[in-house]
């Protein structure tokens, strides 16, 4: 019996670059997609959103002289590419999927509701939300927290490349120690970046837990849904 019934799987664009430098790693993409069918295959109710940094991030691009606006709805972009890469992935090890994005975009998705999101996952498919909220000045970080809240799911399980929330960045701080858990109150006293604020905070308002964990250390996935304790717990 799996953990939680409904998760929304927040995903790093980043993460999906693997070895190279830029763009999609095939071999890092069949992991991702073997690994959710992993959870797929218990029956828990799957939404995913996905960033777009490893093709195009708007706020960098807007520092570069890109108009902000334009630069975010290139990262939306960049998240419909990563959704479809990822929705064929799924398809091929026997998932079935639909993408859904934030703005018209049709054939290539569907456009995006509440009632179509939680029909299609009730009848045993996996929904990836793409092109974040569809507004610019918003990250994929409170897309997923958005669509997490709207969905009804019982927690946002986010992969990183690291294990969990600790004092300080254990890739530049060998003393930083590990959290099992910690409240969204002392997130904020401490200064402590999980997601950007505004996600942050819907998730404390709305009361949407998050679960911090490694999604690059194959088969982290089905432990959290196994309900192995591996991550951090972000609550009230």
């Not at 520092?63 to 064929?88: E, H, P, W, Y």
């Not at 992935?89 to 999927?97: E, F, P, Q, W």
């Not at 639909?98 to 498919?125: C, D, H, N, Q």
């Not at 994929?140 to 986010?158: H, N, P, Q």
């Amino acid at each position: 019996m799996a953990k939680f019934k409904r998760i929304l799987l927040k995903l790093s664009g980043e993460s999906l670059m693997g070895q190279q430098g830029y763009g999609i790693d095939q071999n890092r993409l069949s992991d991702y997609a073997r690994q959710i069918k992993e959870i797929y295959d218990m029956h828990v109710q799957i939404g995913i959103v996905i960033g777009g940094g490893n093709i195009f991030r708007g706020l960098s691009g807007s520092q570069k002289g890109f108009d902000r606006v334009k630069g975010d709805q290139m990262g939306m972009c960049a998240t419909v590419i990563n959704s479809l890469a990822l929705s064929s992935a799924l398809d091929s090890v026997g998932a079935k999927t639909k993408v859904l994005t934030a703005i018209r975009m049709e054939p290539i998705g569907e456009f995006y509701s509440k009632w179509k999101a939680i029909e299609a996952m009730e009848a045993g498919y996996i929904c990836i939300f793409s092109a974040g909220t569809g507004n610019p000045y918003f990250t994929t970080d409170t897309g997923a927290s958005l669509r997490g809240i709207e969905i009804g799911a019982d927690v946002m399980l986010k992969g990183t490349r690291v294990d969990g929330v600790y004092t300080a960045d254990p890739e530049k701080d060998p003393q930083a120690k590990k959290f099992k858990d910690i409240t969204y109150d002392e997130i904020y006293t401490r200064g402590l970046k999980v997601m950007d604020l505004t996600a942050t905070t819907m998730c404390k308002e709305n009361h949407l837990p998050i679960y911090v964990f490694d999604m690059d250390c194959y088969g982290n996935l089905k432990k959290v849904l196994d309900g192995e304790e591996i991550g951090t717990l972000v609550h009230n």
